[in-house]
Structures are given as C-alpha cells and as structure tokens.
C-alpha cells in the first residue's frame, strides 16, 4: 500500500514532534494529572489552520490524544459570522469538535488593529484551552509567517527579540509548522499546507485582510519579498527564518540573565522611597553589569513600571519605549554629570537620586 503524499509526511512529522515534546515536557509537571488528552488547535478556515487541523486529528488519533477545533470570529468583516460557521462545518467534516469564540477587538487601543485582534484572539484560545484542559494549543504559522516577521523587525530597526522571529514554543503554545529547529527541512511553508489541503479535498477561505496593502505585513507578502526573491534570491524565506534559528538561542540566553540579575539589584529604597515612586534599583550595582545585560534590564523595568502606573483595565497608550530612551537612562548609571530625569512612556520619569535610579510617576 502507497504511503502518504510526501507533504503529508512531513506535516505529520512535524506535529507529532511538537506533540511529544510537549508530552516529554509534561512527563515531570505534577499539575498535569488535571489536565486531559486533549489537544486543540486554533483554526481559520486558511489553508494554513485546515492543514494542521487534518494533519493533527490524524496524528492525534494514534498517540490518545482529541483534537479540537478553536475558531476566532474578531467580528472585523461583514461575513464572519459565516466564515467562523463555514470553518466549523469544514472541522466536523474532519471529525473535529469545533467551538466558535465570538470576540470584541478594541481598534481605537494602543498598538494597532493587528496587535489588538491578536490579543484578543490568544485570550480567548487561553481561556477555552483551560476550560477544556487541554495539552496543547496547536496554532499554524509556517516558514513563510517566520521570514514576514523577521523582516518586518529589520525594516523597524529592532532589536534580537524581534529578529528572534515567532517562537516554535511557548508553554501549551505550539507551532510545529515552524519545524524543529534541528532540521531546516521540517519547516513547512504556504505552498505545502495548500498542497495538503488540496489532498484533504478541503476548500480554504482567503482571508481580505491578508491582501490589505494598507497593513505593513500584507505589503511585505506580497511586495517586499516577492522583490527581494527577484533580487536575492528564492532561498530568501529560509535565510530569513534561519535568521530567527541563529538569534533566538542568544537572546533567550541574555534575557534570562537580565531577569536575573534583575532581581539582585531592585531595591525598595526604605526611608529613601518617595510617594511617587514605582520601582528602584541600585545604580552602583548596576554599573557593574555587562551593557547587553544591563539596557534589558533598563528596557524591562521602565515596562513594568509602566504596568504598575496604568490603572487596570485601561488600555495601553500608543507610545514605545525607545531605544534612545534607554540609551539615556543608561547615561544616568554609566556617564552621571547631574543630568535632568528621562521621561518615557506612561507619564513616567526615570531620574538618579541617593545611590538608586527611580522611576516615578511624573508630576500631575
């Protein structure tokens, strides 16, 4: 008997490697024996998501594992509500329980249509994961996804966290259509879950705003790299994604130092605390600290004060923390001569004063 279609194969593969990973993973989580064997994967009705549903169900069914079908409506077009009940319908074709999750996206918050319709969207896939209990949250981002991204923070000018593309793992959150990170041949990309999809005999829904030049990862599909392939090269996806391959690995490595060596030089300040104060932290200890090391922990805490400073439940401002911005409070550790306090993001300043660098909420 014929084996699978060689794109099959792999995608199988693919899966049932993030899987047991994930398994392996949980073998030593003493919380796990609440969890079920269950494993659900978020779904579009792209030819991305209909691919990994299949492939999922098929090798989910061989290891004990359920799969289910997670379908986001961000109620952003016209026809959703149809699109979410088409998916559906293709989900249970496959045999697949599906819920549909009907979400509010706030456009008007800080960060942009995009960023909001993506929170939206994982807090919703966060929430039905535990209540179902499940192992895993499958999501289908492929080769082509990773090379848009890292692009995209080229083009911005960010910094490795950026460049380190979209992570293959996160926690429950798997993409296993990114590959294994081991083999640069178990990535796959558009052409391949198309491919699938065609094998399946499944029709997929092209989304409009995947086409929409007004959005910056929309022009880079299909203006940027369509260019840059005429220009560089066809293996340009690869080389971008092997891009996020070679990052990664150090920015995990001197962000988990920075976390570190964070929590050995936060302060509370005692009698030296202020009421406006958010956070402190030893100016003289921090002078020590290697530079790579030293600007992420100035990045993370003028972040977290910002958390602190914002009431909850009010969304974020528009504004960044900039990297001249970081750049200058680092001037008030490494190069002090008196200089005023810096300002960023959150009506915060961050200023020198006894031995502590400080951020603060700024004068009303």
């Not at 960010?158 to 590959?179: E, K, T, V």
Request: with cysteine.
């Amino acid at each position: 008997m014929a084996g699978p279609a060689p794109v099959v194969a792999r995608a199988r593969t693919a899966v049932k490697v993030a899987l047991t990973s994930r398994l392996e993973q949980l073998a030593d989580d003493t919380a796990a024996g609440q969890l079920s064997p269950r494993i659900l994967v978020g779904l579009s009705g792209g030819a991305d998501s209909l691919a990994l549903l299949a492939t999922t169900a098929w090798v989910g069914s061989r290891m004990g594992l359920e799969a289910e079908a997670a379908i986001v409506d961000h109620g952003l077009q016209t026809d959703s509500s149809s699109v979410a009940e088409r998916a559906k319908a293709q989900a249970e074709r496959l045999g697949v329980t599906a819920y549909v999750l009907r979400v509010h996206v706030d456009s008007a918050s800080g960060g942009g249509l995009e960023k909001a319709a993506r929170e939206a969207r994982h807090s919703a896939l966060d929430a039905l994961l535990e209540d179902r209990g499940g192992l895993a949250l499958l999501m289908a981002h492929t080769l082509d996804d990773q090379a848009e991204q890292v692009l995209m923070g080229l083009a911005r000018g960010a910094g490795p966290r950026a460049l380190a593309g979209i992570p293959r793992s996160r926690g429950a959150l798997l993409r296993p259509f990114l590959g294994s990170g081991r083999d640069e041949t178990t990535a796959l990309r558009r052409a391949d879950t198309e491919e699938i999809c065609r094998l399946h005999d499944l029709e997929w829904w092209e989304d409009p705003m995947n086409a929409d030049e007004s959005m910056l990862r929309a022009r880079v599909r299909h203006r940027a790299l369509p260019l840059l392939r005429e220009l560089l090269g066809e293996q340009i996806d690869e080389n971008l994604a092997r891009t996020a391959d070679l990052v990664r690995p150090d920015a995990d490595h001197l962000d988990a130092e920075a976390t570190a060596l964070l929590e050995a030089v936060v302060r509370d300040g005692g009698e030296l605390r202020e009421e406006r104060d958010l956070l402190l932290l030893d100016v003289h200890a921090l002078t020590a600290a290697p530079a790579p090391l030293r600007t992420r922990i100035l990045r993370d805490v003028s972040r977290r004060a910002r958390r602190i400073a914002e009431p909850a439940g009010v969304p974020a401002g528009a504004k960044s923390l900039l990297r001249r911005q970081v750049l200058m409070i680092d001037a008030l550790v490494v190069s002090w001569h008196g200089q005023a306090s810096v300002p960023v993001p959150g009506r915060i300043e961050v200023a020198r004063r006894d031995g502590l660098l400080v951020w603060r909420r700024m004068d009303p």
